[in-house]
């Protein structure tokens, strides 16, 4: 089947998808172009800071942020990896689009430096020491398959529980 890019919604937290391991995107097409177009806006309409393709059910490695929500600090990052994470960490309150009503204290390190390719297929690169940088963590996360609720204390796994079994419960 065809992909549409307008077609593309976010997929919500116990979807499959949501667990797949992203691969390299290896043109930077017209179609990556749309799909990243599309992203922007799924995130903005949400509203949050950032989207990753898995939870739109795509395999590929890109995902959409923009810290500020201003329109002109919209950003697309493709094949990104991440390195220099710095030894200090922060414990700060996220979310996730695919999650909702879940809110949890992740432990990261605060800074850390992302390569990748625009969408132009230039090479990139950004240090970040503030939200940025929590927001590419959480997105390469899902990348990978990872999600909040693998990473989170115990204490907000019991904080959470009633809103992760209504979402469980909801596709049964
Ligand atoms: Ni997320």
């Known amino acids: 089947m065809a992909l549409v890019p307008s077609k593309l919604t976010i997929l919500q937290y116990p979807h499959s998808k949501l667990r797949i391991r992203a691969r390299p995107i290896e043109e930077t097409t017209d179609l990556v172009r749309q799909v990243a177009a599309r992203m922007l806006k799924l995130m903005h309409e949400a509203p949050g800071v950032g989207l990753a393709c898995p939870q739109v059910g ?3 490695r890109m995902f959409v942020a ?8 919209d950003w697309v990052f ?3 990896v991440l390195s220099n994470h710095s030894q200090q960490t922060g414990d700060r309150d996220e979310g996730c689009l695919s999650i909702p009503g879940v809110i949890a204290e992740i432990r990261r390190p605060l800074g850390v430096t992302v390569s990748a390719l625009d969408l132009q297929g ?3 690169e950004q240090v970040s ?3 940025s940088a929590r927001i ?9 398959g990872t999600l909040i609720i693998d990473r989170m204390t115990k204490a907000d796994r019991l904080a959470n ?3 992760i079994r209504d979402l469980e419960a909801a596709v049964r």
């Not at 923009?66 to 600090?73: G, L």
């Open 58 to 60: 795509l395999p590929w």
């Open 66 to 73: 923009n810290p500020s929500q201003q329109p002109d600090d």
């Open 78 to 80: 493709i094949n990104p």
């Open 122 to 124: 230039n090479p990139i």
């Open 129 to 131: 020491d503030e939200l």
């Open 136 to 144: 590419w963590q959480h997105e390469c996360d899902h990348l990978d």
């Open 161 to 163: 529980k009633r809103a």
